[in-house]
């Protein structure tokens, strides 16, 4: 009996990654927080004890970010340059906040999204996570 109820509060069902990157929660029970600080990811889930130290997506989130963020701003750089051809205070005032402003932002749940890919995928080494 007593292992029939561990194994029901045991149980987690599976959540959208892409929700609980969006509040930078934990991939497992979807209640912990992710982060402690900005970019700083905690040890442990505080809820349900889920390891995130083998849930590592290095530099994954930054490489993503930096190839299709500026897939998106490069041309809108040039269209407002060929267009209006502002002087290049213009440029330096404009895009330096949305670049480094977008790219913190976009940091979080991004990274939260890959280690959430991680954790229902398994792609992790060594034994499983539990
Ligand atoms: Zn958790």
Known sequence: MGRLIALATDYYPRLSTFQTALRCACPRCGQGALYDGLLSVRDKCDKCGLDYTRLDSN??????????????????ALWLELALTPPIWVHVVLWVPVVLGGSVLLQRPLKAWLMAQQYRHKAYDGSALN
């Open 59 to 76: 530099d994954g989130a930054a490489f993503f970010i930096i190839v299709g963020y500026s897939a998106v701003l490069i041309p809108l």
